[in-house]
């Protein structure tokens, strides 16, 4: 059975770098065909794909977030990670990571973890 | 980025009864549309992809339809564990969009 489980600080100051990481189970992040990605949620509102990354390195980002946003993996560790600089309060959601599969549909997602940027 | 719209954002429905969601894309994505359900500390769960084709261990109750710029998710039989927020999202093109959700209430 695959899952994800997303962990990282639960608030970060205005300014700091947001950093999170994403923990796979049941599959090895070198399977072929798969993207992982993280995606976030607003409170209240929809969602917000913020970029996606193949496990030899890839990545597609957000045009309205790519400045800023680094995802990388750890084959070793079979887990993926997400670093978002320079945060403000707009940078406050549910941040959940995804398998992208078939199509190109998140097909398996972590239970999402809430940030607050707030000093 | 390619627009995705939902609508009703809001559904209120029985128990029993069918009800129908739309997305509609700002331009056309083929069939490269999916739905997910989202349920409060829940993990989201994919329902549909390929606008048509039924995820693994969704019940068939769910059923999408639509290609080009039109899309429907309809749910028969509605369940009390139906309540939810649903969303569509676009994977024709890379920057990935989702419409703004549809909650779905039972009465």
């Known amino acids: ?119 | 980025d390619i627009q995705m719209t939902q609508s009703p954002s809001c559904l209120s429905a029985f128990v029993g009864d069918r009800v129908t969601i739309t997305c509609r894309a700002s331009q056309s994505i083929s069939t490269y549309l999916n739905w997910y359900q989202l349920k409060p500390g829940k993990a989201p769960k994919l329902l549909i992809y390929t606008a048509s084709t039924l995820q693994s261990g969704v019940p068939s109750r769910f059923s999408g339809s639509g290609s080009g710029t039109d899309f429907t998710l309809t749910i028969t039989n509605l369940q009390p564990e139906d309540l939810a927020t649903y969303y569509c999202q676009q994977s024709y093109y890379t920057s990935y969009t989702f419409g703004q959700g549809t909650k779905l209430e039972i009465k």
């Open chain 1, 1 to 119: 059975q695959v899952q994800l489980e997303e962990s990282g600080p639960g608030l970060v100051k205005p300014s700091q770098t947001l950093s999170l990481s994403c923990s796979v189970s049941g599959v090895s992040i070198r399977s072929s065909g798969y993207y992982w990605s993280w995606i976030r949620q607003h409170s209240g509102k929809g969602l917000e794909w913020i970029g996606n990354m193949y496990y030899s390195g890839s990545t597609y980002y957000n045009p309205s977030l790519k400045s800023r946003i680094t995802i990388s993996v750890d084959t070793s560790k079979n887990h993926f990670s997400l670093q978002m600089n320079s945060t403000t309060a707009a940078d406050s959601a549910i941040y959940y990571c995804a398998r992208a599969g078939p199509a190109d549909a998140f097909d398996i997602w972590g239970q999402g973890t809430l940030v607050t940027v707030s000093s």
